[in-house]
């Protein structure tokens, strides 16, 4: 049944909320019931889960459900506590909105909060539903709500195409994120088809055109298939994280999931577009995935390398590195993260020696180790070439990229063989093994497996001609020796290799340890800044000292305008030609300008800043070294811009909120100032008209009192239009700046008479006592403006107190300035409206009705701040208000 509420005072919910903001440490959760279009049922399954929770014993209500007519609906509405909805006029028709206000008042544990992409009419706190329901949320109210697939911003466009109907309604995507749980509400189009023909959807004057328009088989058809689709990504992502979360190695094979080994290789181009081809068939996600060697790759290969995964990247494919030595081992490691279940790799060319000493070349290791995970060998197709561009880019061999290390390792053994040449004489043919084994750990800590192993055969080598009987031959002439040389051959290519592996396995985690370091250190300054501004600075500082370059950015702006941001100290004004690439970058949601395919002439790369669902700017980045990125700074920089891209969208949700609050605050108190104003202006306007009437009426007008009267009523309705047009203009001068002071030398008891004689119409009902003592010393102020801020608080006192309440007003010196204290005997200020006593607009409830704007007070402040004082509010024992006037001005001693 509907509860019952009273409408809120304005004041009253704004510090509520606020209250709460400030107090909430725990988010409500989020339930999103998910359908291909209007009409499956998705209203009627969540009204089912909110009967259910109710019966549980949970507090659960309903804010907004539009049931459209549908008796099945509205049958469940009932039973279910409601909030009234909130009455907004918008040209003159009365429109109904969830009243976030009313909910939060009432705090429920759960609320219904239905159509999530509904656009609220003009007027309302949020230009959308769903900043309803993320406030809702962010108050620790948990809520339950419905959407449809057309209404994601990612896949509006989609739509559109295959409709032909404008999506005008949408939502980010990174609200879906924010979800704690998604329903799929589905049917078959058939049936969907069946309940829009039988008045079930819409009503009949809506279904005709409906069904002509947008409810279609082959329409509905695809939109069945986008939310079946969706919903199964996301379940597959809740998966993953769970087998994450557990430590189960996986794969589960739950889902196909490709991953394909990219190489600086011309030939990887192919096995792109073969895995792309694959993906896309079955309908499946794919990664393409670059393992990183500590080698460093020559100039050409890099470019290759750079062109293969842009290609990927292009084409649908999350790319992904990883530091490794090991192919294999980093092909499978992530293989398991990601939970693939199958990985694309080439079919060899040919086979090298040095396949036969490490367990077989990389599709055989694969093979091997690779468990339940399927592997694609692709045959390489033959590049019709010329022959020098082939040469150029076929792979070279191990000795071919290590020859500076076989070269090292050859001197090494030679400086060593020399060594041991001195030290013969002193020592055994044992001990000169143990120098050469001791030479091959130490060389393996600088250079790769290959060339430790050449230098472990030459030891042995030289250890066997220098040193073994019989010298400067290669025979050895005891099984004694012999043993001793094959042991020691073996044992040195044990500990070179180990060693070698181990320092690479400490080289791939230092790499991973300061990519991990890096992206910590740039979430970190995102994270204590505050503002838009720091944010940007703190980019843009990050950027500078990690890439060397300098960088501008480009915002969007509340109508969806590419605009500098015009605080942002980069590079200064950007050129027509380098912002409209930028504009390219930003409509069409990719890389442009320097180094890339499109507009390379720039004099920067311009990469889109893409958050869920919208493209927030763009990002402008000039290398001071004129080179291009190399593939790990850019897969670097595309993580450092799409944590910027989300910081940067929460700061412009969180400026929407604000705006919308302000607004909200704008709009109240206008109605405020309306309300007032149109009130104390009609109240004397009726007195003056009253008065005039009865004055022109003949039976009146020879009375001479009443006549005397009723002109005296006439007077003081007149008297109070003034000050109300007085106070108006008093505040308006204060806030504008442009009240000036006309300092002069002042008596305080002069100011105290002139300010009684205004009153003095207003002191029939009062006792005022005065408390200003003769040696109280001249001041320096403004006296009509003192005189006024004096006013308002005597005025003050009296208006809010009983008649025959003693009104006391006392002054006296302190230090080198004055206090003047007004206090009277009534009933004191609440305690909730002592902050606010001064506020505009601001009348406090102290038990007596009264009427004004609530500027008193106001001006009262204003004035006695100009005066470079301050004024204080309090109560006084054992009832009463007391005001504090403290002035710091000049004084002067009176003249005798």
């Given at each position: 049944m509907p509860g019952d509420y009273s409408r809120p005072d304005p004041d009253e919910l704004l510090r509520s909320i606020k209250e709460q903001e400030q107090a909430k440490s725990v988010h409500g959760r989020l339930k999103i019931f998910f359908g291909m279009a209007a009409g499956v049922g998705k209203t009627y399954a969540m009204l089912e889960a909110a009967h259910r929770s109710a019966r549980d014993g949970v507090d659960i209500v309903i804010g907004y459900i539009e049931t459209h007519g549908r008796i099945e609906t509205e049958e469940l509405?009932?039973?279910?506590?409601?909030?009234?909805?909130?009455?907004?006029?918008?040209?003159?028709?009365?429109?109904?909105?969830?009243?976030?206000?009313?909910?939060?008042?009432?705090?429920?544990?759960?609320?219904?909060?239905?159509?999530?992409?509904?656009?609220?009419?003009?007027?309302?706190?949020?230009?959308?539903?769903?900043q309803d329901v993320l406030e809702l949320i962010d108050n620790g109210i948990d809520v339950f709500t419905t959407l449809n697939v057309q209404h994601l911003e990612s896949l509006a466009d989609v739509v559109e195409k295959i409709t032909d109907v404008k999506i005008r309604e949408t939502i980010p995507d990174s609200v879906l994120d924010l979800a704690d749980e998604i329903e799929l509400v589905d049917i078959p189009p058939e049936e969907l088809l069946k309940r829009l023909a039988e008045g079930k959807v819409y009503v009949p004057e809506k279904a005709g055109l409906a069904a002509e328009r947008f409810f279609k088989k082959g329409n509905i058809t695809a939109l069945r298939e986008m939310a079946l689709h969706y919903t199964a990504r996301l379940?597959?992502?809740?998966?993953?994280?769970?087998?994450?979360?557990?430590?189960?190695?996986?794969?589960?094979?739950?889902?196909?999931?490709?991953?394909?080994?990219?190489?600086?290789?011309?030939?990887?181009?192919?096995?792109?577009?073969?895995?792309?081809?694959?993906?896309?068939?079955?309908?499946?996600?794919?990664?393409?995935?670059?393992?990183?060697?500590?080698?460093?790759?020559?100039?050409?290969?890099?470019?290759?390398?750079?062109?293969?995964?842009?290609?990927?990247?292009?084409?649908?494919?999350?790319?992904?590195?990883?530091?490794?030595?090991?192919?294999?081992?980093?092909?499978?490691?992530?293989?398991?993260?990601?939970?693939?279940?199958?990985?694309?790799?080439?079919?060899?060319?040919?086979?090298?020696?040095?396949?036969?000493?490490?367990?077989?070349?990389?599709?055989?290791?694969?093979?091997k180790a690779s468990g339940d995970i399927e592997i694609h060998i692709?045959?390489?197709?033959?590049?019709?070439?010329?022959?020098?561009?082939?040469?150029?880019?076929?792979?070279?061999?191990?000795?071919?990229?290590?020859?500076?290390?076989?070269?090292?390792?050859?001197?090494?053994?030679?400086?060593?063989?020399?060594?041991?040449?001195?030290?013969?004489?002193?020592?055994?043919?044992?001990?000169?093994?143990?120098?050469?084994?001791?030479?091959?750990?130490?060389?393996?800590?600088?250079?790769?497996?290959?060339?430790?192993?050449?230098?472990?055969?030459?030891?042995?080598?030289?250890?066997?001609?220098?040193?073994?009987?019989?010298?400067?031959?290669?025979?050895?002439?005891?099984?004694?020796?012999?043993v001793m040389f094959g042991m020691y051959f073996v044992i040195a290519l044990i500990m070179g290799g180990l060693t070698t592996k181990l320092r690479l396995k400490e080289w791939a985690l230092r790499i991973r340890e300061k990519r991990i370091t890096e992206l910590y250190e740039f979430s970190k300054d995102l994270g204590d800044a505050l503002g838009m501004d720091q944010v940007v600075t703190s980019a843009r500082h990050f950027l500078e000292k990690y890439f060397s370059a300098s960088a501008r950015f480009l915002l969007a702006d509340d109508s969806g305008r590419l605009l500098p941001y015009s605080k942002d100290e980069g590079t200064g004004e950007i050129s027509d030609k380098e912002r409209a690439i930028a504009e390219w970058a930003f409509k069409n949601k990719q890389q442009a300008g320097l180094f890339t395919k499109t507009l390379p002439n720039a004099e920067a790369i311009y990469m889109p800043l893409i958050a869920p669902?919208?493209?927030?700017?763009?990002?402008?980045?000039?290398?001071?070294?004129?080179?291009?990125?190399?593939?790990?700074?850019e897969s670097f920089l595309q993580n450092i811009t799409y944590q910027l891209s989300m910081r940067i969208e929460r700061e412009n949700l969180s400026a929407m909120t604000q705006k919308a609050l302000l607004a909200t605050e704008s709009e109240r108190l206008y109605r405020v100032i309306l309300n007032s104003v149109t009130h104390e202006i009609r109240t004397p306007l009726t007195a003056i008209k009253g008065s005039i009437s009865t004055v022109l009426d003949p039976a009146v007008g020879d009375n001479e009192p009443s006549r005397t009267n009723l002109l005296h009523e006439t007077q003081e309705a007149t008297?109070?239009?003034?000050?109300?047009?007085?106070?108006?203009?008093?505040?308006?001068?204060?806030?504008?700046?442009?009240?000036?002071?006309?300092?002069?030398?002042?008596?305080?008891?002069?100011?105290?008479?002139?300010?009684?004689?205004?009153?003095?119409?207003?002191?029939?009902?009062?006792?005022?006592?005065?408390?200003?003592?003769?040696?109280?010393?001249?001041?320096?102020?403004?006296?009509?403006?003192?005189?006024?801020?004096?006013?308002?608080?005597?005025?003050?006192?009296?208006?809010?107190?009983?008649?025959?309440?003693?009104?006391?007003?006392?002054?006296?010196?302190?230090?080198?300035?004055?206090?003047?204290?007004?206090?009277?005997?009534?009933?004191?200020?609440?305690?909730?409206?002592?902050?606010?006593?001064?506020?505009?607009?601001?009348?406090?409830?102290?038990?007596?009705s009264h009427s004004g704007l609530g500027l008193g007070l106001s001006i009262c402040r204003g004035i006695i701040e100009l005066h470079g004082g301050s004024v204080i509010a309090e109560n006084k024992l054992p009832h009463g208000a007391r005001f504090i006037m403290t002035l710091h001005v000049q004084i002067k001693e009176k003249k005798e």
């Open positions: 509405v009932k039973g279910l506590e409601t909030v009234p909805r909130k009455r907004i006029d918008y040209q003159g028709i009365s429109i109904e909105e969830c009243d976030i206000d009313a909910v939060l008042v009432r705090r429920p544990a759960i609320v219904l909060v239905d159509e999530l992409a509904h656009t609220n009419v003009a007027g309302s706190r949020h230009a959308k539903r769903y379940v597959g992502y809740e998966l993953r994280d769970y087998a994450q979360k557990k430590n189960i190695t996986g794969p589960w094979k739950s889902g196909e999931r490709l991953l394909v080994a990219v190489s600086p290789s011309p030939y990887s181009e192919y096995l792109i577009r073969w895995t792309r081809r694959i993906a896309f068939n079955l309908n499946v996600p794919w990664i393409a995935l670059y393992v990183e060697r500590q080698k460093k790759l020559s100039g050409g290969s890099q470019t290759i390398l750079s062109k293969n995964l842009a290609l990927a990247r292009e084409l649908g494919a999350e790319v992904l590195s990883t530091a490794d030595e090991d192919i294999v081992s980093g092909l499978l490691r992530v293989a398991h993260q990601k939970n693939i279940t199958q990985i694309v790799v080439g079919k060899p060319l040919r086979r090298y020696l040095a396949d036969y000493f490490s367990g077989g070349n990389l599709v055989e290791r694969l093979l692709v045959t390489q197709p033959d590049l019709s070439r010329p022959a020098a561009v082939k040469k150029d880019m076929a792979p070279r061999t191990a000795f071919a990229e290590n020859i500076g290390e076989y070269l090292i390792g050859c001197g090494y053994v030679a400086a060593v063989t020399i060594v041991n040449l001195l030290l013969v004489s002193f020592t055994g043919r044992w001990t000169i093994a143990l120098v050469y084994l001791l030479s091959i750990v130490i060389l393996s800590l600088f250079i790769g497996r290959w060339p430790v192993f050449m230098a472990a055969a030459l030891s042995a080598s030289a250890w066997n001609f220098l040193f073994i009987p019989p010298l400067y031959t290669l025979r050895i002439g005891t099984v004694e020796d012999a669902g919208r493209v927030v700017g763009v990002l402008g980045l000039r290398l001071a070294s004129g080179a291009g990125l190399t593939f790990e700074q008297e109070r239009m003034i000050r109300l047009v007085d106070s108006l203009l008093d505040m308006s001068r204060i806030e504008s700046g442009k009240l000036s002071l006309n300092l002069d030398w002042n008596d305080f008891s002069d100011i105290i008479n002139t300010t009684l004689n205004r009153l003095e119409p207003h002191l029939r009902n009062n006792i005022i006592s005065i408390d200003c003592p003769e040696e109280i010393p001249l001041v320096l102020v403004d006296y009509t403006l003192m005189a006024q801020a004096l006013y308002c608080l005597v005025h003050n006192a009296i208006v809010h107190t009983r008649p025959g309440t003693p009104v006391r007003i006392a002054v006296k010196k302190a230090g080198k300035g004055i206090v003047i204290m007004v206090e009277d005997e009534g009933p004191g200020l609440p305690d909730e409206d002592a902050p606010r006593i001064f506020d505009k607009f601001f009348r406090s409830d102290r038990g007596v």
